[in-house]
């Protein structure tokens, strides 16, 4: 999750996943997708909160569960 501020309009903008792509109204156009952040004038932007750590996993994904087989899954000969 990352929350930028535009200095111009002062709204705060938040992305809470990887595909959340925020923008604010005024002629800056402060945007914020994911990690990404973006404007007309970076100088005009403030970062506020950085994104969180994650596991080697990566954002959104989860473990694997391990593969159990069934009955019906094997064909007997």
């Given at each position: 999750m990352?929350?930028?501020r535009c200095k111009r309009c002062n709204?705060?903008?938040t992305s809470r996943h990887a595909y959340d792509f925020?923008?604010?109204t005024c002629d800056n156009q402060t945007y914020v997708k994911g990690d990404v952040i973006g404007g007309r004038d970076l100088k005009q932007i403030i970062q506020i909160g950085q994104p969180k750590d994650t596991d080697k996993l990566g954002?959104?994904?989860?473990?694997?569960?391990?593969?159990t087989t069934k009955l019906s899954d094997v064909q007997i000969k």
């Amino acid at each position: 999750m990352l929350t930028v501020r535009c200095k111009r309009c002062n709204t705060t903008l938040t992305s809470r996943h990887a595909y959340d792509f925020q923008i604010c109204t005024c002629d800056n156009q402060t945007y914020v997708k994911g990690d990404v952040i973006g404007g007309r004038d970076l100088k005009q932007i403030i970062q506020i909160g950085q994104p969180k750590d994650t596991d080697k996993l990566g954002i959104g994904k989860e473990e694997q569960r391990k593969r159990t087989t069934k009955l019906s899954d094997v064909q007997i000969k």
